[in-house]
């Protein structure tokens, strides 16, 4: 069997990132958080005063972090910037509201794209994300789509947020999931789409351990196939 690499594409709150831990996980293979390294950039502009619309200034910020991420031996994956270690809040409301915002710039894109594949190189990893098979890794030999309803993406980002002692509204959430999937559909740069070879996960009414499954079980066929 031959490594392959993962894509697993879909709005927020579809269940990408739990998904892309699992599977990586039960795979041996190296889980690459994408969002989170979008998110730190994020963070670090508005520590910086750096508003979301300035994109040059977003571009020099960026050049001169160092973003790690480490797989951590429960799967989770732990983001360093620069050394120093970010946690929760990276995934804070303030920088959720303002990520797709960071993310669409051309050239914000563009670096991070380099970096991701870079990683990539190896095979053997799993990366999610809104673009990834159409723009990051377009050859990677398996690609998902994950997508649920918004009621039901809302009421997980609601539960999630409140597991972890974040403010939460649900109606507020929901309406801030429609203006992040507007975002992120209408992008000039990279839009949140399905690739024409990727799979359709409808993970509305799928338990995460019946999604991963399936996964795992086309990632073993696709690795036997290479």
Do not use: W
Not at 134 to 142: I, K, N, Q, S
Not at 166 to 178: C, F, G, H, Q, V
Request: glycine share 6%; with cysteine; proline share 2%.
């Amino acid at each position: 069997m031959h490594k392959i690499n993962i894509a697993i594409d879909g709005p927020a709150g579809s269940g990408k990132s739990t998904v892309a831990k699992e599977v990586a996980a039960k795979l041996s293979y190296l889980y690459i958080d994408t969002g989170a390294m979008y998110r730190s950039l994020t963070f670090r502009a508005l520590q910086a005063q750096v508003s979301e619309q300035d994109e040059q200034s977003l571009i020099e910020l960026l050049k001169e972090m160092e973003i790690t991420l480490e797989q951590q031996s429960d799967g989770e994956v732990q983001v360093l910037v620069n050394g120093e270690r970010l946690g929760e809040e990276i995934r804070s409301q303030i920088v959720t509201a303002k990520v797709s915002e960071v993310s669409a710039h051309r050239k914000i894109r563009e670096e991070m794209v380099a970096r991701q594949q870079q990683l990539a190189k190896q095979k053997g990893v799993v990366l999610d994300g809104r673009d990834i098979g159409t723009y990051v890794l377009p050859g990677a030999e398996l690609k998902i789509y994950m997508d649920a309803s918004v009621e039901e993406r809302a009421k997980r980002r609601h539960l999630e947020n409140m597991e972890k002692q974040r403010p939460s509204d649900i109606t507020t959430t929901k309406e801030a999931l429609k203006r992040r999937d507007r975002l992120d559909r209408e992008r000039p740069i990279a839009p949140l789409q399905q690739a024409g070879d990727a799979v359709l996960v409808d993970t509305t009414n799928q338990t995460i351990e019946e999604v991963v499954a399936r996964i795992c079980r086309i990632a073993r066929e696709k690795e036997n196939e290479s």
